[in-house]
């Protein structure tokens, strides 16, 4: 939506929001971890972000770092390290 590649996110064809809104796996998508988070996902979809967020997803998208606190990305170096 805010690329304007789409006008709803159920628009984009390679979206996971697919999935969730059925909530049903697909080939590619496990529902269950996003469903605990996320109870109504038509409402989520809805939300906008406030520039400060629109700049953190920004800076870690150009950096490839991941966005989380701290101990986010501690425990994603210790995930990744095991593999």
Not at 2 to 14: F, H, K, S, T, Y
Not at 38 to 65: C, F, K, M, P
Request: hydrophobic share 40%.
């Amino acid at each position: 939506m805010r690329a304007r590649l789409c006008c709803l996110p159920e628009g984009w064809r390679w979206s996971s929001v697919h999935a969730h809104l059925a909530k049903e796996d697909d080939a590619v998508v496990s529902v269950a971890p996003m469903l605990q988070r996320v109870t109504d996902w038509n409402r989520y979809l809805l939300q906008t972000l406030n520039e400060s967020e629109l700049e953190g997803i920004r800076a870690h998208g150009l950096s490839g770092r991941p966005a989380g606190d701290e101990g986010f990305v501690d425990k994603l170096q210790l995930l990744t390290a095991e593999s």
